[in-house]
């Protein structure tokens, strides 16, 4: 894993225009480092090793601040369940259901054709593709 540094954290949050904080440092360590894909309850887990007194409230309020400023996306991966995923290159995803495992697919590895005719006054902003697999059955 490659070492992410707070001057790495500072950078990335000034380079994006986001406020710096310590708290929103250590969220963008944690989701920064490598590549990710984790939901806002293991993202304050970690991020609470190094910076305890963080809220439930301040993870969501950056999450949501980090995907309005395109740091992250968030996946519906069920339909109780979102990861944010530090990886916002064109990809696709791969979602085991048995183990909750998410795993990026790329781009060039699934061929998607044609668009929906869209309703007046609405532009296509990005397609996902999430490929739901279970282990296979003996």
Known sequence: MKDYSIT?????????????????????????????????????????????????ATVYNTLRLFREKRLVRALLVDAERVVYDSNTTLHHHLYDIDTGEVRDVAADEVMVTGTPRLPPGVELEQIDVILRVRSGRS
Do not use: K, M, Y
């Not at 929103?24 to 939901?39: G, N």
């Open 8 to 56: 790495d954290a500072v950078a990335c949050l000034r380079a994006a225009g986001v406020p710096v904080t310590l708290q929103r440092v250590e969220i963008a360590r944690v989701l920064f480092a490598q590549p990710v894909h984790l939901s806002a309850d293991q993202i304050l887990a970690r991020v609470r090793e190094s910076a305890p007194d963080t809220s439930r």
